[in-house]
T-cell receptor, first 114, second 116 residues
Framework: KAGVTQTPRYLIKTRGQQVTLSCSPISGHRSVSWYQQTPGQGLQFLFEYFSETQRNKGNFPGRFSGRQFSNSRSEMNVSTLELGDSALYLC?????????????FGPGTRLLVL | AQSVTQLDSHVSVSEGTPVLLRCNYSSSYSPSLFWYVQHPNKGLQLLLKYTSAATLVKGINGFEAEFKKSETSFHLTKPSAHMSDAAEYFCVVSDLTGGGADGLTFGKGTHLIIQP
């Protein structure tokens, strides 16, 4: 099975712009979660989508939004970019291995805001 | 609410010696616990997970962890370090089995350095 894929891998934007990141989960997985990783704050949960519905949301401003399509692919959008949004954005899809569910992470999209 | 504390931000060991990465957790319910590894410029890879079965959990690459409820700990160990083990390690807790709708709560990470 192919793993979780994220595009693009690297992105440079300027303050005030918006950005869209894409995540394709492992085939058959219906849950996609997004995380932000920064040196100062570590890994923080953004939101989770399941069957095209946002199931839960972390403590991030409304500039951060997402959606999920019928094929389970997910996009994350950040509007009005700020310097502090520079981070590695990780996507994870969740599926069942044996009797237990496990999250599998993609390689991430590294966003630099100038 | 759940939280996780990784007691060491950096650990340095010599190749061939044992590795111990410490993790303490706090959880309102019966937690699921995970260790993930992140190599430079890579995503996160699951090393092992505990979900209320055996308290000693064996993972990939020779790593294992022991769940100790009385100590609220889930330390990661490996008998003999290899140069390829150099990476960032994250201890993760979830209150829902499998890391459910609340998302995962990550520790700050421990940077493992392997000396030749």
């Amino acid at each position: 099975k192919a793993g979780v894929t994220q595009t693009p891998r690297y992105l440079i934007k300027t303050r005030g712009q918006q950005v869209t990141l894409s995540c394709s989960p492992i085939s058959g997985h219906r849950s996609v979660s997004w995380y932000q990783q920064t040196p100062g704050q570590g890994l923080q949960f953004l939101f989770e989508y399941f069957s095209e519905t946002q199931r839960n949301k972390g403590n991030f401003p409304g500039r951060f939004s997402g959606r999920q399509f019928s094929n389970s692919r997910s996009e994350m959008n950040v509007s009005t970019l700020e310097l502090g949004d520079s981070a590695l954005y990780l996507c994870a899809s969740r599926g069942t291995v044996g009797l237990q569910e496990t999250q599998y992470f993609g390689p991430g999209t590294r966003l630099l805001v100038l | 609410a759940q939280s996780v504390t990784q007691l060491d931000s950096h650990v340095s060991v010599s190749e061939g010696t044992p590795v111990l990465l410490r993790c303490n957790y706090s959880s309102s319910y019966s937690p699921s616990l995970f260790w993930y590894v992140q190599h430079p410029n890579k995503g996160l890879q699951l090393l092992l997970k505990y979900t209320s079965a055996a308290t000693l959990v064996k993972g990939i690459n020779g790593f294992e962890a022991e769940f100790k409820k009385s100590e609220t700990s889930f330390h990661l160990t490996k008998p003999s370090a290899h140069m390829s083990d150099a990476a960032e390690y994250f201890c993760v807790v979830s209150d829902l089995t499998g890391g459910g709708a609340d998302g995962l709560t990550f520790g700050k990470g421990t940077h493992l350095i392997i000396q030749p």
